[in-house]
């Protein structure tokens, strides 16, 4: 476990407390508010400098919301987003005012998953990749062009291509351009959102050991939000579990992939298909769908769908409780029962 | 045993305005009555086009320039030519939705919004009655919506009597799917056509769909060509695999021969590029260099040579067959073989 | 990258090409689209100078000289370039009192091309006498597309009119786009009550029939205004009316701008708010904000056109297409003298090849919907 255990060593770079993410639907031409969508409800979890924490779970789970909160590119409802800035200071970035956050931007970046959507087409490389360099003050363009053409050869690509449009690259390709503009203003924290999920498999290797590169030259921290497990596996140090806006599982990858300790994680690692066809096997897949985070089941939100669920999950709403060192759960028979 | 589907060096062309995109170009294989065939490949590799082409859609302006798609029609011994046969013909559309059905990859495109989908999948059984009904008397609607409920309840779908009154948009994606899967059904096909149907949904769902797949094929034994690029769904539903890459086929065996003993470069790089959930973690994973090209830019000779680490000169010049380098498995690649193309 | 070292030249031409240029290429394979453009061109140089393009004052009458007939115009003499019109000949009918015009072929009246005529001046600059076509001597009158009831050079007079129809398109249009780009931009961007607001007013302006709402406004210009205040009256009734449809637009492009990843992208980098308006979200509508005004042009110059016919908008002596239709309202003078309706010949080609324009901008709009 080579993952900073929590606590003992410096504080964390990022602290999620309690965050909350509802949106209200609304009826009627007076836009009365008739319920809220707990999109993310009470997530808590830390991440160290240096470190990759993988934020997993299915579509509506609230995995990007929540992402999208510590970039403050919405506003969340509720809870604290406890940043320590590169000059040591705390600060709650779910507190802060717009013009007061705009510094701290060129310090958490991100990347997206579309690489087609995310780089403007009406603009080259180097104004693509050099504009958070221009708004964050480097006004001369020799110098801007100096630092496009330093960023593309470190992703890979070479820096005469800076004149180029987006439209003359590949997926790949792009998503190379969307690291280096992310990375253009030196950031500490970077938030990717489904980074490979749109590149082809012969592509997403190379993105991934980009990635795993950048993050030990440059001692970045990455908040990876994923679907795809053996993606999250392969590069993350921890992993969190979401199941309709709320964490379920939070623990180190090898003990999570080792011995889940709550069934969603389980039945999720059992639902990816394995790339051997001597390994065939319909067991344990979960059955039912994930329910709306407009109207969530009573009790644990999981046990319409457990095959361990007893009386007392169907009332009782089951905490996050530590079940192993570093480990978290939400269930209320981890430790009883193997998942 | 003959195939049910030979598809032998099929070509399909896209005259644009750029250029020509040879998007399939000379692709050959068989599918076998019963048979689960997957077909895997990235984007642009021609998997998707090659099924349009054996369902007759392609739109203008692309075109089937040459090739054969020889299919074996229920009642007859001789096999028909679907690469000849006019594509909004009479006989085509008995084919397509009669004895080819598709499943798409987005369920919701595929379904129309103002029709519930039970009406739409009895509306398919009806212009299809003859093959739920023998003797020749015209099926009643009442029949077709008691099929109709049949068939949701055989694709997994709870209370299917109530679920047949709803709109698409009022399932879920997991359940839009299956509804999907009830509907390329309701012809009793004997080739269904999976067009990446799993891409769109979560991974709980795709393990749903998976099995419920694997099961209706046990059950019906109708041959499925299963279209994806995600080699992990290929090794759990495919019993036999072709790779493609840039509308060529590179390589084509058994489902276990192409997992576990593999001969084309491009399929060998392929499988250990991706990351696996037993394997180590955070080291760099072995990568296929470079890009793929852009379709107007096909590399000449092998398409895969300019990526390929085992590229000689001649993987440059001329441009492998697929030829037989194992009892059942098939690669066009020089290094197993000396046959090219005729030029 | 492999395959990119061994791009060839034409593909790195299209990979340094601006979204400009992207559209302009796709423009170009629109051939309809560009023969409509030159002429145009054509059609707005007339605006410019259509005293150079005119043989003569459009004002000057002479009631001997009415209903004459085209004169076409023969570039050769004999075989050598020598361009002449035929002579006019007239006889009064004894029974109807009418004069009756015919052509006589015999007698040729030489015409010049750049040649001296009547004093006009460039751009209201400086004087000059230069004109496209003149009759060699200029005491003669030719009528290349016949007179009027008051023998009004008609040929002259379209020039005119077009200078004023094509002008009140061309500026209706750009007030509309202020109008639409402003008022749907803040509609659009700010959202909330604004936006209910504004969407409001353009559903009861959209609602209301048009032609009431002109007559009204425009019953209510002062009769004693001069030709050129009612021609900018006339122009901002008929943008204060037409900008709706643009304001949707412009709306629409920001709601659904403000959702792309680009945007987000920018303001994650830190950009303002008026960066990020100007920078991004601007540049990507401008070219379909240019193919929708090109298509409004033409239902301005038809608006116009129509107000002028029926007498409510632009009004004698002030010359517009619709003016110089009303001439033909008459079905008596229409049967005598079918060639007052060539300037509706003129408004027809005129729209059309705005709206193929309008069509073939918008299919090159956007170069990346591929």
């Known amino acids: ?339 | 045993m003959t195939p049910l589907l030979s598809v032998r060096d099929l070509r399909v062309s896209f005259a644009l305005d750029e250029g020509l995109v040879r998007a399939v170009d000379g692709t050959s294989f068989d599918v076998m009555p019963g048979q689960v065939l997957g077909v895997v490949g990235e984007s642009g590799c021609g998997k998707s086009v090659t099924m349009r082409a054996i369902l007759q859609l392609i739109e203008r302006p692309g075109r089937i320039t040459s090739g054969e798609i020889r299919f074996r029609r229920r009642d007859g011994d001789n096999a028909v030519d679907i690469a000849r046969l006019p594509p909004r013909g009479p006989e085509m559309r008995d084919i397509r939705g009669g004895e080819i059905a598709l499943i798409p990859q987005e369920p919701m495109a595929a379904f129309s919004p103002v029709h519930t989908v039970g009406d739409q999948v009895i509306e398919a059984i009806l212009l299809h009655g003859h093959r739920w009904q023998e003797g020749g008397r015209r099926l009643r609607r009442a029949e077709a919506r008691d099929i109709t409920v049949g068939l949701f309840r055989d694709v997994g779908i709870s209370m299917p009597e109530q679920r047949i009154d709803a709109f698409s948009w009022q399932l879920s994606g997991g359940l839009r799917q299956r509804a999907m899967i009830a509907m390329a059904l309701s012809c009793k096909p004997r080739l269904l056509i999976a067009d990446e149907p799993t891409t769109a949904i979560d991974v709980t769902t795709q393990a749903q769909v998976l099995a419920l797949l694997r099961d209706l094929q046990a059950r019906y034994n109708t041959a499925i060509i299963f279209i994806t690029h995600d080699l992990g769904v290929i090794a759990q539903m495919a019993s036999y695999v072709v790779v493609m890459y840039l509308g060529r086929v590179m390589e084509q065996g058994p489902v276990d021969d192409i997992f576990h003993n593999p001969r084309h470069p491009y399929t060998k790089a392929l499988l250990r590029s991706i990351p696996s959930l037993h394997g180590a973690t955070r080291v760099a994973l072995p990568v296929i260099s470079g890009a793929l090209p852009h379709p107007f830019n096909r590399p000449p000779g092998c398409p895969f040579h300019p990526r390929c680490p085992d590229a000689m000169a001649r993987c440059a010049a001329a441009i492998p067959s697929l030829q037989p380098v194992a009892a059942h498995q098939l690669a066009s690649c020089f290094l197993h073989h000396d046959q090219a193309e005729p030029a | 990258m492999t395959t990119l070292d061994a791009g060839t030249v034409a593909e790195d031409r299209v990979a340094v090409a601006s979204n400009w240029r992207l559209v302009w290429w796709r423009f170009r394979r629109h051939h309809l689209a560009m023969l409509s453009a030159v002429l145009l061109i054509g059609l707005y140089v007339v605006v410019l100078m259509p005293d150079f393009f005119a043989t003569q004052d459009p004002e000057r009458t002479d009631a001997r000289q009415a209903f004459i007939p085209v004169q076409m115009v023969h570039l050769f003499d004999d075989g050598k370039l020598a361009p002449w019109v035929p002579a006019i000949a007239g006889k009064r009918n004894p029974v109807t009192l009418r004069m009756e015009w015919t052509t006589d072929k015999q007698r040729k009246v030489p015409i010049r091309f750049f040649a001296p005529g009547h004093r006009w001046r460039v751009l209201g600059l400086f004087e000059t006498n230069l004109h496209l076509i003149a009759p060699a001597d200029p005491t003669q009158r030719i009528f290349l597309l016949g007179s009027d009831r008051l023998g009004r050079d008609q040929w002259s007079r379209i020039m005119h009119g077009t200078q004023t129809s094509m002008t009140v398109g061309l500026v209706a249009v750009a007030l509309s786009v202020i109008l639409g780009v402003v008022l749907g931009g803040i509609s659009g961007y700010v959202g909330g009550k604004t936006d209910q607001v504004i969407q409001r007013v353009i559903e009861l302006l959209q609602s209301v029939p048009t032609i009431p709402i002109w007559l009204a406004l425009s019953a209510a210009l002062p009769r004693d205004w001069t030709p050129t205040e009612i021609f900018f009256a006339i122009t901002v009734i008929l943008s204060l009316v037409g900008w709706t449809t643009l304001g949707r637009e412009v709306r629409g492009r920001f709601l659904a701008l403000r959702e792309e990843d680009f945007v987000l992208a920018a303001r994650l980098a830190g950009c303002s708010q008026m960066r990020i308006i100007l920078r991004h979200m601007v540049p990507t509508f401008l070219s379909h904000i240019i193919a929708t005004s090109s298509l409004a042009i033409p239902v301005m110059i038809i608006n116009e056109t129509s107000l002028s016919f029926l007498g409510l908008g632009i009004r004698p002596p002030a010359i517009s297409w619709g003016v110089l239709l009303q001439e033909a309202q008459n079905i008596q003078t229409l049967a005598l003298a079918p060639w007052l309706l060539i300037p509706g010949l003129v408004v027809i080609v005129a729209v059309l090849a705005f709206n193929l324009v309008g069509d073939g901008l918008r299919d090159a709009a956007d170069p990346y919907s591929q």
């Open chain 1, 1 to 339: 476990m080579n993952a900073p255990s929590t606590g003992t060593a410096a504080p964390p770079l990022l602290d999620v407390r309690g965050l909350q993410k509802y949106f209200p639907i609304t009826r009627g031409l007076r836009q009365r508010v008739v319920a809220q969508v707990r999109a993310v409800d009470g997530v808590d979890f830390t991440i160290s400098e240096g470190e990759t924490l993988g934020l997993v779970g299915e579509s509506g789970c609230g995995k990007t919301t929540a992402s999208r909160c510590i970039l403050r590119a919405i506003d969340p409802t509720g809870g604290a987003i406890v940043y320590r800035t590169r000059d040591g200071r705390t600060v709650d970035l779910a507190a802060l005012s717009p013009a007061a956050l705009r510094p701290l931007r060129a310090e958490i970046q991100m990347i997206f998953q579309d690489p087609f959507s995310s780089l403007n087409p009406r603009m080259t490389l180097l104004d693509n990749v050099g504009e958070p360099l221009l708004v964050n003050g480097m006004k001369n363009r020799r110098e801007r062009a100096e630092r496009v053409a330093e960023l593309l050869r470190l992703v890979g690509l070479r820096p005469e291509f800076m004149h180029r449009f987006p439209h003359a690259f590949s997926g790949g390709q792009r998503q190379r351009i969307g690291i280096a503009r992310a990375l253009a203003t030196s950031p500490r924290l970077v938030v990717a959102d489904e980074p490979v999920s749109a590149l082809d498999v012969s592509v997403q290797a190379q993105v991934l050991n980009l990635l795993l590169e950048l993050q030990s030259r440059l001692k970045l921290t990455f908040l990876f939000v994923a679907h795809d497990l053996s993606v999250v596996r392969h590069i993350c140090d921890r992993i969190a579990v979401m199941y309709v806006g709320q964490l379920v599982e939070l623990a180190p990858t090898d003990a999570i992939f080792g011995r889940p300790q709550h069934p969603y994680t389980a039945a999720l690692m059992r639902a990816v298909p394995v790339p051997d066809p001597r390994v065939r096997s319909s067991d344990g897949i979960l059955g039912g769908e994930v329910p709306s985070p407009a109207a969530p089941p009573s009790g644990c939100y999981f046990h319409p769908r457990c095959r361990h669920a007893q009386e007392r999950c169907r009332v009782e709403a089951p905490a996050l409780r530590e079940i192993a060192p570093d480990h978290m759960t939400r269930c209320h028979r981890a430790g009883e029962v193997a998942f």
